[in-house]
């Protein structure tokens, strides 16, 4: 499976390296946030990488609502706990949930179903910064701290119509920016498409903090610096 490569699982106990993090964040999910480098200080395992892992464990499901509940490093070792038979979560030694998801119990196990999920979602979030974010706090004049940009995701909702599909893509259908104070409220809604037909919907949501007013030299070299930053990655 895709996402097989990027952590171990020994006796149900899974863990992920710094390594296999960085290389899911980068070389999957298109996303170069520093907090993903090997060598980051503050680093933490890529939520979109936590919730690939469970998926491939719960399979797909008509229904999926995702909470992210908590960081993980890579010194965190994590198990499945099954809390009923429509919602299961990745938990710490601490038995803290991580990732949580609440599903419809019609799971399909089939690798290429769920590989298909896990690429088509990991390759649209990667894409929130700087295409979609930008233009929603251009909108709503204000920004992020540009010394400590603080994206965090919060929840997800996914609802098939349909799991019979043979080449699933997913294509953003709106997004929503609630201001409250230093802080914002982002929705990002979207489409899973099969060639013509839609197959599924969903929306995601995330957390901005520390909003401050807008700067538009600020944000181009916010912008800049991120952009240069992934193409000498990406050349690397």
Do not use: W
């Amino acid at each position: 499976m895709l996402v097989t490569p990027f952590f171990q699982s020994s006796n149900g106990v899974l863990s992920f390296t710094r390594e296999q993090g960085s290389e899911f964040a980068k070389d999957i999910a298109n996303d170069f946030n520093p907090i993903h480098d090997v060598d980051a200080k503050r680093f933490c395992i890529p939520g979109d990488l936590l919730f690939s892992v469970l998926l491939s464990q719960v399979g797909i499901c008509r229904e999926l609502d995702v909470n992210f509940a908590g960081m993980v490093t890579d010194q965190t070792r994590l198990t499945v706990a099954t809390e009923c038979v429509r919602k299961s979560s990745l938990v710490d030694e601490n038995g803290k949930p991580c990732l949580n998801i609440e599903h419809s119990n019609d799971g399909l196990t089939s690798p290429k179903l769920i590989d298909q999920l896990t690429a088509a979602y990991v390759a649209f979030s990667g894409e929130s910064f700087p295409h979609i974010l930008v233009p929603l706090m251009a909108e709503h004049q204000v920004m992020i701290n540009p010394d400590r940009p603080i994206v965090m995701y919060t929840d997800m909702k996914i609802r098939f119509d349909d799991l019979n599909f043979n080449s699933l893509a997913l294509r953003m259908s709106g997004s929503e920016l609630d201001v409250m104070g230093k802080r914002g409220n982002v929705r990002l809604k979207f489409e899973f498409v099969d060639g013509q037909r839609v197959v599924g919907r969903g929306e995601k949501q995330m957390v901005l903090s520390g909003l401050r007013a807008y700067e538009q030299t600020s944000i181009d070299e916010l912008v800049a610096d991120y952009s240069q930053r992934k193409n000498r990655l990406v050349a690397a």
